[in-house]
């Protein structure tokens, strides 16, 4: 009978270290103390080296995959021959002992070192744990050595999902494409970029022939939010801060709250990555239960306050989902709608693995220019910016940063946020005159979700008189029922609720 595999090989390797280097030392280290390869589980290595060919391309020798640890995660382990210098380059003292030490066991071979190349050090170190079986992790590594993490071998983001399965590619921005339409499905406000944000991007027009330097807007976003620099990432719009997640940082079991926006899971899912969903219901209102996620989560996606629904979660029960070994990711893309941002972890630095992303799309009319930012520890942003190509932002995206974070601008979206709470307040008010509607209330973002019988044929009477609503039934969690309504000024929202009374009398009756 076939003894089950239980040995786990923790390996360190330098940038470019190639394959043949790092399977030779494998297979020699395992001989060596008389193991047979065979009973090899996995290869294990710190997150920031799990995509590395050498690695990867040795585990597809061996025929085991690549699991990937945080550097934070392996900083505590202890291990019997720690190095400064490895801890300084990587986190960790050895990553080869704590990687392969890291989820218990027996340690069999402390750490080894293949043969150095012209004098120099050596370039890839491994070390040997036997785990016992009922300690042997049943979780989903992140990189499998029979199919290297490569860009080919990405796979769209709803293949494998079931026809029935909302489509996460589709956005509010296909209901007003090449139509004349009165658009209350975009979440971007009216009148915007206003004219001295236009000013600003034309002046930077005639730099372009130099290659972008986001070095002075990375600044002003950091001191915007009193931050060191080292914890921003400016991205080409929070849709690359998705991708740049789900392919940069280790995952094993991500989980998405929904309804909310779909990007992030079509990103992970586009990742190669089984992607869990946590579903809150209409009848508690959206509000999210900490309890519903599940304990072995490693990374949780949710959207603060959130789209669609408008609900806005406090700061103290985000708190909650936050624990050692897990990345939890606030969407924060409409919180500078919320007078005051309350409820806002964007400048916390104590809360463990958070990342949160912003976007300056809606609030400043920037949808064409494409640009964000990312808020996190420097490990994680680290991770995130070696994922990102050369220059991944323009030049007249970053003069748009850096204006977006001066006093003026900052008190310009303060007030454009308490104008959107009065907006708000006066469209909620004249759908409460219609009693087929159920509206998801309180309502805290640019934008309000409500439920209503034959949503499908109201959609599309509103279009036919002038109107674009933003269909719920792509959003998980949702159905045909539900709409999503922009919230703009009180003249075209009058507008607006005599084209739905319109269009709640034109139907036709049931039988």
């Given at each position: 009978?076939?003894?089950?595999?239980?040995?786990v090989?923790?390996?360190?390797?330098?940038?470019?270290?190639?394959?043949?280097?790092?399977?030779?030392?494998?297979?020699?280290?395992?001989?060596?103390?008389?193991?047979?390869?065979?009973?090899?589980?996995?290869?294990?290595?710190?997150?920031?080296?799990?995509?590395e060919?050498?690695?990867?391309?040795?585990?597809?020798?061996l025929?085991?995959?690549?699991?990937?640890?945080?550097?934070?995660?392996?900083?505590?382990?202890?291990?019997?021959?720690?190095?400064?210098?490895?801890?300084?380059?990587?986190?960790?003292?050895?990553?080869?002992?704590?990687?392969?030490?890291?989820?218990?066991?027996?340690?069999?071979?402390?750490?080894?070192k293949s043969?150095?190349?012209?004098?120099?050090?050596?370039?890839?170190?491994?070390?040997?744990?036997?785990?016992?079986?009922?300690?042997?992790?049943?979780?989903?590594?992140?990189?499998?050595?029979?199919?290297?993490?490569?860009?080919?071998?990405?796979?769209?983001?709803?293949?494998?999902?079931?026809?029935?399965?909302?489509?996460?590619?589709?956005h509010?921005?296909?209901?007003?494409?090449?139509?004349?339409?009165?658009?209350?499905?975009?979440?971007?406000?009216?009148?915007?970029?206003?004219?001295?944000?236009?000013?600003?991007?034309?002046?930077?027009?005639?730099?372009?022939?130099?290659?972008?330097?986001?070095?002075?807007?990375?600044?002003?976003?950091?001191?915007?939010?009193?931050?060191?620099?080292?914890?921003?990432?400016?991205?080409?719009?929070?849709?690359?801060?998705?991708?740049?997640?789900?392919?940069?940082?280790?995952?094993?079991?991500?989980?998405?709250?929904?309804?909310?926006?779909?990007?992030?899971?079509?990103?992970?899912?586009?990742?190669?990555?089984?992607?869990?969903?946590?579903?809150?219901?209409?009848?508690?209102?959206?509000?999210?239960?900490?309890?519903?996620?599940?304990?072995?989560?490693?990374?949780?996606?949710?959207?603060?306050?959130?789209?669609?629904?408008?609900?806005?979660?406090?700061?103290?029960?985000?708190?909650?989902?936050?624990?050692?070994g897990?990345?939890?990711?606030?969407?924060?893309?409409?919180?500078?709608?919320?007078?005051?941002?309350?409820?806002?972890?964007?400048?916390?630095?104590?809360?463990?693995?958070?990342?949160?992303?912003?976007?300056?799309?809606?609030?400043?009319?920037?949808?064409?220019?494409?640009?964000?930012?990312?808020?996190?520890?420097?490990?994680?942003?680290?991770?995130?910016?070696?994922?990102?190509p050369?220059?991944?932002v323009?030049?007249?995206?970053?003069?748009?940063?850096?204006?977006?974070?001066?006093?003026?601008?900052?008190?310009?979206?303060?007030?454009a946020?308490?104008?959107?709470?009065?907006?708000?307040?006066?469209?909620?008010a004249g759908?409460?005159?219609?009693?087929?509607?159920?509206?998801?209330?309180?309502a805290?973002?640019?934008?309000?979700?409500?439920?209503?019988?034959?949503?499908?044929?109201?959609?599309?009477?509103?279009?036919?008189?002038?109107?674009?609503?933003?269909?719920?039934?792509?959003?998980p969690?949702?159905?045909?029922?539900?709409?999503?309504?922009?919230?703009?000024?009180?003249?075209?929202?009058?507008?607006?609720?005599?084209?739905?009374?319109?269009?709640?009398?034109?139907?036709?009756?049931?039988?």
């Amino acid at each position: 009978m076939n003894r089950p595999a239980s040995l786990v090989v923790g390996v360190g390797a330098r940038k470019g270290a190639p394959a043949d280097e790092v399977l030779e030392l494998v297979l020699r280290t395992l001989r060596a103390a008389g193991l047979d390869p065979a009973e090899l589980a996995e290869l294990a290595t710190v997150d920031s080296k799990a995509d590395e060919p050498g690695i990867v391309g040795a585990a597809a020798g061996l025929g085991v995959p690549v699991r990937a640890h945080r550097a934070q995660e392996l900083a505590r382990v202890r291990v019997p021959h720690p190095s400064g210098a490895v801890r300084d380059a990587t986190g960790t003292a050895s990553v080869a002992e704590a990687a392969a030490l890291t989820g218990g066991g027996e340690l069999l071979v402390a750490k080894r070192k293949s043969a150095p190349v012209g004098g120099g050090s050596s370039a890839v170190t491994c070390a040997v744990v036997r785990r016992f079986v009922a300690e042997s992790m049943s979780a989903a590594p992140v990189t499998y050595g029979s199919r290297p993490f490569t860009m080919a071998a990405m796979k769209p983001p709803t293949q494998d999902l079931d026809a029935t399965v909302p489509d996460l590619r589709h956005h509010g921005d296909a209901e007003v494409r090449g139509h004349d339409l009165t658009d209350l499905a975009v979440n971007v406000r009216t009148g915007t970029p206003p004219g001295w944000l236009r000013e600003r991007i034309a002046q930077s027009l005639g730099s372009l022939a130099a290659y972008p330097d986001g070095r002075p807007a990375r600044a002003a976003v950091a001191a915007r939010h009193g931050l060191p620099v080292e914890r921003v990432l400016l991205t080409a719009g929070a849709a690359e801060a998705f991708v740049l997640i789900a392919r940069a940082l280790p995952a094993r079991r991500p989980v998405v709250v929904h309804p909310q926006f779909t990007e992030p899971e079509a990103a992970l899912r586009a990742a190669g990555h089984e992607v869990g969903r946590v579903l809150l219901r209409p009848e508690d209102g959206f509000v999210l239960d900490p309890a519903a996620v599940p304990d072995d989560a490693d990374l949780v996606v949710i959207g603060n306050p959130t789209n669609p629904t408008s609900v806005l979660h406090p700061a103290g029960v985000l708190e909650k989902l936050a624990r050692p070994g897990r990345t939890l990711v606030v969407d924060e893309a409409f919180m500078d709608a919320v007078p005051g941002e309350r409820e806002a972890l964007c400048g916390r630095t104590d809360v463990p693995g958070l990342v949160v992303l912003r976007s300056l799309t809606k609030t400043w009319g920037l949808a064409g220019l494409r640009i964000g930012y990312v808020l996190a520890e420097p490990a994680t942003i680290a991770l995130l910016q070696e994922a990102q190509p050369l220059w991944p932002v323009s030049s007249p995206a970053l003069a748009a940063a850096e204006a977006c974070m001066e006093p003026r601008a900052l008190a310009e979206a303060a007030a454009a946020a308490d104008r959107v709470t009065v907006d708000r307040a006066h469209l909620l008010a004249g759908l409460a005159e219609f009693a087929e509607i159920r509206v998801v209330e309180p309502a805290r973002g640019p934008f309000i979700l409500l439920r209503v019988e034959r949503a499908v044929e109201i959609r599309e009477r509103l279009r036919c008189l002038g109107f674009a609503a933003r269909r719920g039934d792509t959003f998980p969690g949702l159905g045909p029922e539900w709409l999503r309504l922009a919230v703009r000024d009180r003249a075209t929202t009058n507008r607006f609720l005599q084209a739905f009374d319109q269009a709640l009398q034109a139907l036709p009756r049931r039988p």
